[in-house]
């Protein structure tokens, strides 16, 4: 057994103890959702990496130039996580999690996660109640994860989503956490015989065959 094997057993383990009364938000971030976003296994951030409940008190000009659920303007924006990387010292992504809750429930708050993306500035956002995981990016569901061994199946791709090391590799190369769009004129000139090798191999092949082409980026076969 490998150790990604035995830490998804482990986060199978600590489902089945939700049990009753236990079964709330909080023990679902405490013992699914806080370990998935720091584990090696999972998206890869450090302890400290992972702030809790940073308030963002909103200033008089967004109150203005934004339009918020239900017509009320709230306070502060409170996501449950931000994931801060200290190495660059930026929000890269939100998270809100939730308690017991179906797919359909959990779609219901992305415009509460949209609300936060924007008061925070960042493209990404991460919904979910410790099970199922929704990824957005650009306010754009992009990623949907139904079950744990869903999420087992769809690690490698969240990583290159949303994993810390994929994140400030962008960051690094581009100054920017956002995916970008490529265009390959010629798919056969050995310039990108990379670039065709990740998305013909493991998770990227599934990513480019798929709706997340878009995102990722086009290949544009020449003709011939």
């Not at 702030?51 to 918020?68: G, N, S």
């Not at 609300?115 to 199922?132: D, K, Y």
């Amino acid at each position: 057994m490998t150790s990604q094997q035995r830490f998804f057993d482990e986060l199978q383990r600590s489902f089945e103890r939700l049990q009753g009364r236990f079964n709330n938000e909080a023990q679902r971030r405490d013992l699914l959702v806080r370990p998935v976003l720091v584990s090696p296994y999972g998206l890869g951030y450090s302890p400290t990496d992972v702030l809790a409940e940073i308030p963002y008190v909103l200033p008089r000009a967004f109150k203005q130039d934004f339009l918020f659920r239900h017509d009320k303007v709230p306070r502060r924006i409170l996501p449950d996580y931000v994931l801060f990387p200290w190495e660059w010292q930026k929000v890269v992504s939100v998270v809100e999690a939730k308690g017991k809750s179906t797919l359909a429930q959990l779609t219901g708050h992305r415009f509460q996660l949209a609300e936060q993306q924007a008061a925070f500035s960042t493209n990404w956002g991460i919904l979910t109640n410790g099970i199922q995981w929704q990824i957005y990016h650009a306010y754009e569901l992009v990623l949907e994860v139904a079950s744990l061994e869903d999420l087992r199946k769809k690690i490698t791709i969240i990583q290159k989503l949303v994993g810390k090391d994929a994140i400030l590799d962008r960051m690094r190369r581009t100054g920017s956490a956002c995916l970008v769009h490529m265009v390959i004129a010629d798919p056969n000139s050995w310039k990108f015989g990379p670039i065709r090798k990740e998305f013909s191999e493991g998770a990227w092949a599934e990513v480019a065959r798929g709706p997340l082409t878009g995102v990722f980026g086009r290949i544009v076969r020449s003709k011939g």
